[in-house]
């Protein structure tokens, strides 16, 4: 952090703390050490020690700088035709702004327009008439923050659910790529490709080194046979929910085998999009560029 803003210098603002982003590079960074599995994404949050660490030292970074230190997106979206689930989700996105602005975050991003009048009054209350937390937050605390405290093991269950949502999740983000949208609404969250990215390389993970299920009867191992026959099940559901027409209309067959593929290999992709970047991009080799 202190290297990108040294050399940005006058042209950056601040910096943002990616939440999903640094959760996917937690993941492929430690790839080779089968002692670091994260449990279910959705457990995988802004309280988990290491990502608690990793804002605070954020926070502490940019205002030593002067700059803006930028709080996480909240993926909630309004909930149209349920009055208590929009509340519900209203009242998450209000408890998550209102700790980043607690910690010392000057401001923050929202997925979505209709959540930011709930979001002002939280930061409005909490920078209490100034415009930013540079002078008022120097979050010294944070200074001895180190490479313990970023990389502690999170802590959480793996599921069934988890494998299915990260199935489910993965699969229809990369069928809305395909088709040319880069965020998806989907089960009332905003997704992007960093979300779809944890999806995949979690699975990845679980497959690789045979992660135990938590919470089964039985002894659940993940294995290649296991994630097929989710896949199987998954695309069964995601057809149901979609409806038959637009399911057979669209990206979902050719967004599974991508998907799939990469949580089966035998080598973890860097990038998800850089495989489908195939699928959608005609080459030219011999072309002249014009610009």
């Known amino acids: 952090m202190n290297e990108i803003l040294y050399e940005l210098r006058p042209h950056s603002a601040g910096l943002n703390c990616g939440r999903w982003d640094y959760i996917f590079s937690y993941v492929k960074t430690l ?3 089968p002692d670091r599995l994260l449990p279910d994404r959705v457990s995988v949050t802004m309280t988990q020690p290491f990502m608690r660490s990793y804002s605070d030292l954020l926070i502490f970074t940019c205002h030593r700088r002067g700059v803006h230190a930028m709080g996480g997106m909240a993926a909630q979206i309004p909930i149209r ?8 989700a209203v009242d998450a996105v209000r408890r998550d702004k209102l700790r980043e602005v607690q910690a010392g975050h000057d401001g923050t991003w929202a997925a979505h327009p209709g959540l930011i009048a709930d979001i002002s009054k939280v930061f409005s209350a909490g920078l209490s008439e100034r415009d930013n937390l540079i002078g008022a937050v120097a979050r ?4 001895g923050i180190g490479e313990d405290d970023l990389l502690e093991r ?3 269950k793996r599921t069934m659910e988890g494998l299915r949502l990260n199935t489910r999740v993965g699969i229809q983000y990369m069928a809305a790529w395909l088709a040319g949208a880069g965020s998806v609404p989907l089960y009332n969250l905003m997704e992007d490709a960093a979300t779809a990215e944890i999806s995949r390389v979690q699975n990845w993970q679980w497959i690789r080194y045979g992660a ?3 919470g089964q009867a039985v002894k659940v191992t993940v294995t290649p046979e296991l994630f097929g026959r989710v896949v199987e099940e998954e695309m069964g559901r995601i057809e149901r929910e979609v409806g038959g027409e637009k399911f057979r209309g669209g990206m979902y067959g050719e967004a599974c085998s991508v998907f799939v593929r990469q949580c089966t290999s035998p080598e973890l992709a860097d990038f998800l999009t850089l495989d489908a970047y195939n699928r959608i ?5 011999g072309a002249e560029a014009r610009l």
């Not at 035709?81 to 519900?88: E, L, Q, R, T, V």
């Not at 010294?140 to 200074?143: G, I, R, S, V």
Request: glycine content about 8%; hydrophobic content about 35%; aromatic content about 0%.
């Open 31 to 33: 790839r080779a050490h």
């Open 281 to 285: 991009v005609v080459h030219h080799p």
């Open 140 to 143: 010294e605390d944070a200074a």
């Open 81 to 88: 035709g349920n009055a208590d689930a929009h509340a519900s």
């Open 212 to 214: 135990e299920l938590d």
């Open 154 to 156: 999170p802590r959480g």
